[in-house]
């Protein structure tokens, strides 16, 4: 009688276990995402974040990292690739389907934002509070952006006027409407296209941050680097990481709250701050190699009348698809504003 107790109680155990989670099967995660691996997020935000939701999870969730579109496709389409589950998660940039998420345009509207660590932080809490009906056929898991923009081009850009007729790589729809003000003729197309397209003159540069400018060699293919030292910068790019609706929703909750516990606001600032620090080396790369950098503050209102046009249209863009553009603007100021250092 009493072996038969001890095997019942140890049979209800074991079920308690299984049914809280506690004893659940191992789950192995495909990551998927446009940069090569030595990139600032795919090696400082990214590769940290596997480390710590496996550690995190006793070693239960192992995480497969395939970096540079290794399970096919094209950048434009990771997103889908997240809602399809041909990944079990993606990193992209949200501005690679123009339209597909308006309200996120917010943050890439000229002269918005600066340091990309607090940005970054604003952008999340940005979405939640006003953009996660876009992202509904997933499972956000980081939302966030880089640091201030530069120009980067084979034309040296001293004042405004210099923008006159250069060709120009433009990373989302907002910033090349932006250029085009600026008198630019902008040139859409991933960021990995763009060292062929300068060697091959397609375009005279691009507007990316500094950090970029490093696993694309761009301080070696172009000559030239202006921007604004003062913040908000130039502009910014928004970026997101996100999870397949089903692989989440099958985890058990212990692991779910894994995945939980490393997302939202505060990762979204970890990838932001792998961005800030990449950009200062990315701009000492550019000094040692004797390029040309300028800085354009003494005249930044020139440049700020120009951005304002491109937000008025795009608030009267918003209103007209039944948004409130104009509070979509304010929401973005007041968050980066809550986050400033």
Do not use: C
């Not at 309200?103 to 006003?130: C, D, I, R, W």
Request: glycine share 8%.
């Amino acid at each position: 009688m009493m072996g038969l107790l001890k095997k019942t109680a140890v049979l209800t155990s074991l079920l308690a276990m299984a049914a809280s989670g506690a004893w659940a099967q191992d789950v192995t995660l495909k990551l998927h995402q446009l940069l090569p691996m030595r990139a600032t997020i795919p090696a400082n935000a990214i590769e940290p974040w596997i480390k710590k939701v496996q550690e995190e999870s006793g070693g239960r969730i192992k995480i497969e990292h395939f970096p540079s579109m290794q399970l096919g496709g094209a950048p434009p389409e990771l997103y889908d690739q997240a809602v399809d589950g041909v990944a079990d998660i993606i990193w992209t940039v949200i501005g690679y389907t123009p339209g597909r998420f308006p309200k996120t345009e917010a943050f890439e509207l000229p002269f918005m934002v600066g340091n990309s660590a607090a940005s970054s932080k604003a952008f999340h809490q940005y979405v939640q509070a006003n953009g996660m009906d876009e992202f509904s056929d997933t499972h956000p898991i980081a939302l966030h952006t880089h640091g201030s923009g530069w120009i980067h081009s084979n034309i040296d850009v001293q004042t405004l006027d210099d923008m006159e007729g250069q060709k120009l790589r433009g990373p989302t729809r907002v910033t090349s409407q932006f250029l085009g003000k600026l008198g630019a003729t902008a040139v859409g197309m991933p960021v990995p296209a763009v060292p062929e397209a300068l060697s091959k003159g397609v375009v005279d540069g691009a507007i990316i941050p500094w950090e970029v400018t490093l696993p694309l060699r761009i301080s070696e293919l172009t000559e030239f680097h202006s921007g604004f030292a003062s913040q908000p910068g130039l502009y910014t790019a928004t970026f997101i990481m996100t999870m397949n609706n089903d692989s989440y929703s099958a985890l058990p909750d212990d692991l779910k709250a894994v995945i939980d516990a490393n997302s939202g606001p505060e990762t979204s600032a970890l990838f932001g701050a792998a961005m800030d620090a990449a950009d200062i080396l990315g701009r000492q790369v550019a000094t040692d190699a004797g390029n040309t950098i300028t800085e354009l503050d003494s005249e930044k209102g020139r440049w700020i009348e120009v951005g304002d046009q491109v937000t008025a249209e795009w608030i009267a863009e918003m209103d007209a698809k039944g948004l409130d553009g104009a509070a979509l603007v304010q929401s973005a100021k007041d968050f980066i504003a809550a986050n400033a250092d």
